[in-house]
């Protein structure tokens, strides 16, 4: 069996890759009679693939290794590279160092010559092959019969080299034979007994048969793919590998029969819980029989145990287990579970891998034990999409299974063609094997098919059925290392083996439990013959107890229960070699177990004199016992009588509480302090003098009572009220105080903060245009430069231009001069000599016009510059004609006028007149006469003798205000009169501030130390103002002389000065 179902993987090197439940069974003697092998789930998918690690089953190998030349010459077997079926895994052999030369290199695969043969203790496949055929020879197959079964396995090999490609000839997508592959077919149809030219058929095509066209049905030949010929090619391969598989366990069966057992020995070894980096089918169904076997695990050993610890009353700590029935709840469920789902999916007319994935995950969202696969902590499962596969959280771990290959694998059942192609087999082995399952498909369709899945739980069903009805001991297998050597222990590996299969809560049940255990009535029948009559008279229960303490055994090694006596673990072991021992041990035992029954009844007697003493004292306890209960019952019709009384009293008394609390009241109080505490007073009396009326009066009235009482109630009651309703009222208005406090300073801390934000922005703005009036300045002084410049060369060009003209009239003069005076002469000539003279000339005519011309002008008249003769010109064209209007007029125009234009044109003339009447002034002031009157600083009127550059011309409705500060140093009279410097101490120094409305003065301001400041607004105070306009004063040119509005208001608004109303914001 383990030739034809056991198989190399990566964690063993004959790993049984299928279930097995051997039985050895034993007649009413205890003789073995006969025995029967049961075999569960063969992993048929092995035979078509193995992964690169892995082999095949190794009966595959020891054909090609160990048989005869003639058999592998006959059967066509050469070396494992040459075999589909073979070299998609490891192609070694194993060997040994002895058997290896035996080998030739045509039996050796590439990997094997390179690497060498695979070495383990228990395997050789050149030997085994002996071994093998001798063991079927032992089992009572013939020679023939052994071909049979190696011609099945060769024919597998021979099958799996079969390959096909698509037929461009077929017009349905069909597929053929490759043609290196014919050799394989032929061989594989003359080992199978068939014709080759039936088996291509079969394995290119299916035959389906339509329910129309008569009784039996009209028969269509459906060409099949490449990928369909594949998985029928491995479906029959899968099923002629399996039939042989299941007739050797038949024959094994045959060669140990038994009519009848009264007994029998059982022992299952089944495949262990496994986890692949990819999990199919013969995966989950493993782990689906490991999860039945682990709830058995559970139930035999924890539950039914701890069950007979509670019935017996053994106070054993109970153990907590964890119960797995949900996790096979979620894989046999009946209508839900994945074995019904899958069934269900597979009778579709199109089953989809995908469909039957996610039909698991709706019908089972939400499930502890079934998760995505994307959960899962390996990287290589994470790749798996939802709907390719699911995770289940298992007993011993979770495993992700991929589900494309389920459908196919839960279905064992060849199509028609490759059926009826073994039906026609020339073999009878052939027929042999296939004999049972060619009775069932006759009965088989489509939704009547038994799946592979069904067949697996049906089998689990009656072993674990099976498994209940015996007494049970478990074996558990642990792996020791990872490498597959002997001599290493890996601690961490196995302690997660033993935590995975449940095994730490055994552990902890076995080292507080009894595990060994027996009736009291079997202990005293199997000892009772080997003691004297008289202590084999003895209950069996102080039979067993007697015994048990003769030997010296502690309670802490026992345990007695309801019906059995409990011994700790190899305890009854140790008392049943005792009990078995020597006679002169034995004698000895029983003179201990004597003195113990002699040492026991001593101590009862012992025990009942105490007892009697005890009772003795016990009766005086309770005669004292009796006189205080007669106390308290006097004292209890006592209580009923005055009880009304002190529960007044006590009552009136627990009011005082209260007053303490109606005082602490008072003390908080500001207002009403003295009449609180009289009232207090009062109310304290009130109660003193209740308290003596019920004690004085031992006849008065329960009612009388709880009248005085509920009285003094009410009035603590109310006056606690009044109380605490003034002490809220007085808590509310200091809380109105401090919340209106809080709000005061919030508001003032807002103010300040907004004060402080504004006070920033105004610095800002400020700074900002400070620097703007600072370029602005520079501009106008780089600007008037440059116009001084140009006026200089200007000047200069005119100057000379007058110069030449002036010498021109000069010469021409005196060429004219020289003319007449030569015509004077000739003239003179002329009358002395009486000769004709003639005429003058046109051109000395123009002469004489022009020299008359020149001598016209006016002596003290000058000849203009063209600039102002255009200045003139422009204000002879002016809009309104001012020249004839009186000082007054022009003042109240100005004042109040909204007109901007004859506004601007009045203020233009005003200027003007007061030029000329403080140039007149100044011209004819006396020398003595005080500059206390000045109207501007000495700089500023310096700078209005230089000659101003022409103004540039800007329309009307637009003036700008600017404000100007600079200081000023003026001498008194006495420095006048003595010519004094200026920078002497009689000087008077100041500031003076000017508001310019456009060209002209608005307001002007003079702050002087000793005395108060001069403030002057336009239209009132005209003759003491500054008459100059901005561009004469020069003082956009002076640096630091500009300042800001606000810098003039608060200087102009601290002297009290009023408002200023611009002329364009006036109402008209």
Same mark, same amino acid.
């Not at 997660?496 to 730490?504: I, N, R, Y």
């Not at 003076?992 to 000793?1010: I, K, S, T």
């Given at each position: 069996?383990?030739?034809?179902?056991?198989?190399?993987?990566?964690?063993?090197?004959?790993?049984?890759?299928?279930?097995?439940?051997?039985?050895?069974?034993?007649?009413?003697?205890?003789?073995?009679?006969?025995?029967?092998?049961?075999?569960?789930?063969?992993?048929?998918?092995?035979?078509?693939?193995?992964?690169?690690?892995?082999?095949?089953?190794?009966?595959?190998?020891?054909?090609?290794?160990?048989?005869?030349?003639?058999?592998?010459?006959?059967?066509?077997?050469?070396?494992?590279?040459?075999?589909?079926?073979?070299?998609?895994?490891?192609?070694?052999?194993?060997?040994?160092?002895?058997?290896?030369?035996?080998?030739?290199?045509?039996?050796?695969?590439?990997?094997?010559?390179?690497?060498?043969?695979?070495?383990?203790?228990?395997?050789?496949?050149?030997?085994?092959?002996?071994?093998?055929?001798?063991?079927?020879?032992?089992?009572?197959?013939?020679?023939?019969?052994?071909?049979?079964?190696?011609?099945?396995?060769?024919?597998?090999?021979?099958?799996?080299?079969?390959?096909?490609?698509?037929?461009? &000839?077929?017009?349905?997508?069909?597929?053929?034979?490759?043609?290196?592959?014919?050799?394989?077919?032929?061989?594989?149809?003359?080992?199978?007994?068939?014709?080759?030219?039936?088996?291509?058929?079969?394995?290119?095509?299916?035959?389906?048969?339509?329910?129309?066209?008569?009784?039996?049905?009209?028969?269509?030949?459906?060409?099949?793919?490449?990928?369909?010929?594949?998985?029928?090619?491995?479906?029959?391969?899968?099923?002629?590998?399996?039939?042989?598989?299941?007739?050797?366990?038949?024959?094994?069966?045959?060669?140990?029969?038994?009519?009848?057992?009264?007994?029998?020995?059982?022992?299952?070894?089944?495949?262990?819980?496994?986890?692949?980096?990819?999990?199919?089918?013969?995966?989950?169904?493993?782990?689906?029989?490991?999860?039945?076997?682990?709830?058995?695990?559970?139930?035999?050993?924890?539950?039914?145990?701890?069950?007979?610890?509670?019935?017996?009353?053994?106070?054993?700590?109970?153990?907590?287990?964890?119960?797995?029935?949900?996790?096979?709840?979620?894989?046999?469920?009946?209508?839900?579970?994945?074995?019904?789902?899958?069934?269900?999916?597979?009778?579709?007319?199109?089953?989809?891998?995908?469909?039957?994935?996610?039909?698991?995950?709706?019908?089972?969202?939400?499930?502890?034990?079934?998760?995505?696969?994307?959960?899962?902590?390996?990287?290589?499962?994470?790749?798996?999409?939802?709907?390719?596969?699911?995770?289940?959280?298992?007993?011993?771990?979770?495993?992700?299974?991929?589900?494309?290959?389920?459908?196919?694998?839960?279905?064992?059942?060849?199509?028609?063609?490759?059926?009826?192609?073994?039906?026609?087999?020339?073999?009878?082995?052939?027929?042999?094997?296939?004999?049972?399952?060619?009775?069932?498909?006759?009965?088989?369709?489509?939704?009547?098919?038994?799946?592979?899945?069904?067949?697996?739980?049906?089998?689990?069903?009656?072993?674990?059925?099976?498994?209940?009805?015996?007494?049970?001991?478990?074996?558990?297998?642990?792996?020791?290392?990872?490498?597959?050597?002997?001599?290493?222990?890996?601690?961490?590996?196995?302690?997660?083996?033993?935590?995975?299969?449940?095994?730490?809560?055994?552990m902890e049940l076995m080292q507080n439990g009894f595990p060994s255990r027996v009736p009291f009535a079997d202990l005293y029948n199997m000892y009772h013959k080997y003691l004297p009559p008289r202590l084999a008279k003895l209950e069996p229960r102080v039979f067993c107890k007697a015994l048990l303490k003769a030997l010296g055994?502690?309670?802490?090694?026992?345990?007695?229960?309801?019906?059995?006596?409990?011994?700790?673990?190899?305890?009854?072991?140790?008392?049943?070699?005792?009990?078995?021992?020597?006679?002169?041990?034995?004698?000895?035992?029983?003179?201990?177990?004597?003195?113990?029954?002699?040492?026991?009844?001593?101590?009862?007697?012992?025990?009942?004199?105490?007892?009697?003493?005890?009772?003795?004292?016990?009766?005086?306890?309770?005669?004292?016992?009796?006189?205080?209960?007669?106390?308290?019952?006097?004292?209890?019709?006592?209580?009923?009588?005055?009880?009304?009384?002190?529960?007044?009293?006590?009552?009136?008394?627990?009011?005082?509480?209260?007053?303490?609390?109606?005082?602490?009241?008072?003390?908080?109080?500001?207002?009403?302090?003295?009449?609180?505490?009289?009232?207090?007073?009062?109310?304290?009396?009130?109660?003193?003098?209740?308290?003596?009326?019920?004690?004085?009066?031992?006849?008065?009235?329960?009612?009388?009572?709880?009248?005085?009482?509920?009285?003094?109630?009410?009035?603590?009651?109310?006056?606690?009220?009044?109380?605490?309703?003034?002490?809220?009222?007085?808590?509310?208005?200091?809380?109105?105080?401090?919340?209106?406090?809080?709000?005061?300073?919030?508001?003032? &801390?807002?103010?300040?903060?907004?004060?402080?934000?504004?006070?920033?922005?105004?610095?800002?703005?400020?700074?900002?245009?400070?620097?703007?009036?600072?370029?602005?300045?520079?501009?106008?002084?780089?600007?008037?430069?440059?116009?001084?410049?140009?006026?200089?060369?200007?000047?200069?060009?005119?100057?000379?231009?007058?110069?030449?003209?002036?010498?021109?009239?000069?010469?021409?003069?005196?060429?004219?001069?020289?003319?007449?005076?030569?015509?004077?002469?000739?003239?003179?000539?002329?009358?002395?000599?009486?000769?004709?003279?003639?005429?003058?000339?046109?051109?000395?005519?123009?002469?004489?016009?022009?020299?008359?011309?020149?001598?016209?002008?006016?002596?003290?008249?000058?000849?203009?510059?063209?600039?102002?003769?255009?200045?003139?010109?422009?204000?002879?064209?002016?809009?309104?004609?001012?020249?004839?209007?009186?000082?007054?007029?022009?003042?109240?125009?100005?004042?109040?006028?909204?007109?901007?234009?004859?506004?601007?044109?009045?203020?233009?003339?005003?200027?003007?007149?007061?030029?000329?009447?403080?140039?007149?002034?100044?011209?004819?002031?006396?020398?003595?006469?005080?500059?206390?009157?000045?109207?501007?600083?000495?700089?500023?009127?310096?700078?209005?003798?230089?000659?101003?550059?022409?103004?540039?011309?800007?329309?009307?409705?637009?003036?700008?205000?600017?404000?100007?500060?600079?200081?000023?140093?003026?001498?008194?009279?006495?420095?006048?009169?003595?010519?004094?410097?200026?920078?002497?101490?009689?000087?008077?120094?100041?500031?003076?501030?000017?508001?310019?409305?456009?060209?002209?003065?608005?307001?002007?301001?003079?702050?002087?130390?000793?005395?108060?400041?001069?403030?002057?607004?336009?239209?009132?105070?005209?003759?003491?103002?500054?008459?100059?306009?901005?561009?004469?004063?020069?003082l956009t040119r002076k640096r630091g002389a500009e300042i800001l509005e606000h810098e003039f208001n608060r200087e102009w608004e601290r002297h009290g000065g009023k408002e200023y109303v611009a002329p364009a914001n006036r109402k008209k």
């Amino acid at each position: 069996m383990e030739a034809f179902g056991n198989a190399k993987t990566t964690r063993n090197n004959n790993s049984s890759r299928f279930g097995k439940f051997i039985e050895v069974h034993f007649d009413s003697r205890c003789q073995v009679v006969g025995g029967f092998i049961s075999h569960y789930l063969l992993e048929k998918s092995r035979i078509c693939r193995q992964s690169e690690h892995e082999r095949n089953y190794h009966v595959f190998y020891l054909l090609c290794a160990g048989a005869p030349d003639k058999l592998r010459e006959q059967l066509s077997i050469t070396k494992p590279d040459d075999f589909h079926y073979l070299n998609s895994g490891c192609t070694q052999y194993f060997t040994t160092s002895v058997s290896e030369k035996k080998l030739n290199n045509s039996q050796k695969s590439q990997s094997h010559l390179m690497k060498g043969g695979l070495r383990d203790t228990m395997l050789d496949d050149i030997e085994d092959f002996t071994n093998m055929d001798n063991a079927l020879g032992r089992l009572g197959l013939s020679d023939a019969e052994r071909l049979n079964i190696y011609t099945m396995v060769a024919s597998v090999l021979h099958l799996g080299n079969v390959a096909f490609e698509d037929n461009p &000839e077929d017009t349905k997508g069909g597929c053929q034979v490759c043609g290196s592959s014919e050799k394989s077919l032929s061989i594989a149809a003359k080992l199978m007994g068939v014709d080759p030219g039936e088996l291509r058929q079969a394995l290119v095509s299916r035959v389906m048969q339509s329910s129309r066209g008569g009784l039996k049905g009209t028969v269509i030949m459906v060409p099949l793919k490449v990928y369909e010929a594949n998985n029928a090619r491995d479906a029959l391969a899968k099923a002629l590998y399996s039939n042989l598989f299941d007739y050797i366990v038949q024959r094994i069966n045959k060669s140990i029969p038994f009519k009848a057992s009264s007994y029998y020995i059982g022992v299952l070894d089944i495949a262990g819980f496994e986890y692949f980096t990819v999990n199919s089918f013969e995966q989950f169904c493993i782990n689906y029989c490991n999860e039945k076997l682990q709830q058995f695990f559970n139930e035999r050993i924890l539950k039914d145990e701890q069950d007979l610890y509670q019935r017996e009353a053994l106070q054993v700590p109970k153990i907590e287990f964890r119960d797995n029935q949900d996790c096979i709840d979620l894989i046999e469920s009946k209508g839900t579970g994945i074995f019904a789902i899958l069934d269900e999916e597979s009778k579709l007319p199109k089953p989809s891998a995908e469909h039957f994935t996610m039909e698991v995950h709706q019908k089972w969202a939400g499930h502890f034990r079934l998760a995505l696969p994307r959960t899962s902590r390996l990287k290589a499962h994470r790749d798996t999409r939802d709907n390719e596969g699911f995770m289940i959280r298992h007993f011993a771990g979770a495993v992700c299974y991929r589900t494309g290959q389920f459908i196919e694998k839960n279905n064992d059942a060849l199509h028609a063609s490759l059926e009826g192609l073994i039906q026609e087999s020339r073999n009878p082995f052939l027929q042999v094997l296939f004999a049972s399952s060619s009775n069932m498909s006759q009965q088989k369709g489509k939704l009547t098919f038994s799946s592979v899945g069904s067949k697996f739980r049906t089998q689990l069903g009656e072993l674990m059925d099976k498994l209940k009805s015996t007494g049970t001991n478990f074996i558990r297998c642990i792996k020791p290392n990872q490498k597959m050597v002997d001599h290493q222990f890996e601690g961490g590996s196995i302690l997660s083996q033993l935590e995975c299969s449940g095994m730490t809560s055994v552990m902890e049940l076995m080292q507080n439990g009894f595990p060994s255990r027996v009736p009291f009535a079997d202990l005293y029948n199997m000892y009772h013959k080997y003691l004297p009559p008289r202590l084999a008279k003895l209950e069996p229960r102080v039979f067993c107890k007697a015994l048990l303490k003769a030997l010296g055994m502690t309670e802490n090694e026992y345990r007695f229960g309801v019906t059995k006596v409990f011994f700790r673990p190899g305890k009854f072991v140790e008392f049943d070699s005792i009990m078995k021992s020597d006679p002169e041990n034995l004698a000895s035992m029983v003179a201990k177990v004597h003195k113990w029954l002699l040492t026991s009844k001593w101590k009862k007697t012992q025990w009942c004199a105490l007892s009697v003493i005890k009772l003795k004292y016990k009766i005086l306890y309770r005669r004292a016992c009796l006189i205080t209960i007669q106390k308290n019952v006097r004292m209890f019709l006592a209580k009923r009588i005055h009880q009304p009384r002190y529960k007044g009293i006590t009552k009136i008394n627990s009011l005082q509480a209260k007053l303490l609390q109606m005082e602490a009241s008072i003390g908080q109080l500001k207002k009403d302090k003295q009449f609180s505490l009289s009232e207090l007073k009062k109310l304290q009396a009130d109660m003193t003098s209740a308290i003596q009326k019920i004690k004085r009066d031992e006849k008065i009235k329960p009612a009388e009572v709880d009248e005085l009482y509920t009285h003094l109630l009410n009035t603590t009651n109310s006056q606690m009220n009044q109380l605490q309703k003034k002490v809220q009222e007085q808590k509310n208005a200091e809380e109105q105080e401090r919340l209106r406090k809080i709000q005061e300073e919030m508001e003032k &801390e807002k103010r300040r903060k907004e004060e402080e934000e504004r006070r920033k922005r105004e610095e800002e703005e400020n700074r900002r245009r400070k620097i703007e009036m600072e370029a602005r300045r520079k501009a106008e002084e780089e600007e008037r430069r440059r116009q001084e410049e140009e006026d200089k060369k200007a000047a200069a060009i005119l100057q000379a231009q007058l110069e030449k003209e002036a010498l021109e009239n000069t010469r021409y003069r005196e060429q004219l001069e020289q003319e007449r005076r030569d015509h004077e002469l000739a003239l003179r000539l002329a009358q002395e000599t009486n000769d004709q003279l003639e005429e003058m000339s046109p051109q000395d005519n123009r002469s004489r016009s022009a020299c008359t011309e020149i001598r016209s002008l006016p002596p003290n008249k000058l000849n203009r510059s063209e600039l102002v003769r255009s200045v003139q010109a422009a204000q002879g064209k002016q809009k309104y004609d001012l020249s004839k209007w009186k000082y007054s007029e022009l003042r109240d125009t100005i004042n109040t006028s909204c007109d901007i234009e004859l506004l601007e044109a009045c203020r233009i003339e005003f200027h003007r007149r007061l030029k000329v009447y403080h140039a007149w002034k100044a011209k004819n002031k006396r020398k003595t006469t005080m500059d206390e009157n000045e109207r501007a600083p000495r700089s500023v009127m310096d700078a209005a003798t230089r000659v101003p550059r022409a103004a540039v011309k800007t329309p009307i409705n637009i003036t700008s205000q600017r404000y100007f500060r600079i200081p000023f140093v003026r001498s008194t009279a006495a420095n006048n009169l003595t010519g004094g410097n200026e920078s002497t101490s009689g000087n008077k120094r100041g500031w003076w501030y000017a508001h310019f409305d456009g060209q002209y003065v608005a307001r002007q301001m003079e702050l002087h130390p000793e005395k108060p400041a001069i403030l002057l607004v336009a239209g009132v105070d005209d003759m003491q103002m500054c008459e100059l306009s901005l561009d004469e004063t020069g003082l956009t040119r002076k640096r630091g002389a500009e300042i800001l509005e606000h810098e003039f208001n608060r200087e102009w608004e601290r002297h009290g000065g009023k408002e200023y109303v611009a002329p364009a914001n006036r109402k008209k």
